[in-house]
């Protein structure tokens, strides 16, 4: 395990929230994690280098302040009622959840930190367009 990769899992939750809710054309696709930092892929037919990064990283910073993250599982059929598991591979019968208490709940099996206060400083380094209506960000957490 690499020791920032809970901090990054979790923050990889909260910008693709705020994302997803803020760019309604804008779906996350994959997200990448190195030692201390992050790639986040998200199709959108909107341009996303339009957006202002500034305020984006100022937004996700806000919600560090101490927000708990509880970790769960539902059964498929539970899970299926409240999120589209169809990226899921249908051998999978019991769904890990992760909820940002208050703000966000998302399936994923990933590793991810007990407080958004763990997480620390985000940084939103960059976006780049890299390919037809796909928009690479990459952050970083210190
Ligand atoms: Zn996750």
Redesign the pocket.
Known sequence: MKPNEGRL??A??VLSHILEHREPAARVVI?NFQDDSGLLEVSSVEDLRTIDLAKLQTDVNKVWKHLAVKKYVLNRNEAEKQFDLSRLPGSIAEVRI?EIIGFDT?P?????VENTSEIGVFTLESVKKVGKDRYRFSFRVD
């Open positions: 899992q979790t990889e939750h997200a992760v998302t994923c099996k990933d590793l991810h």
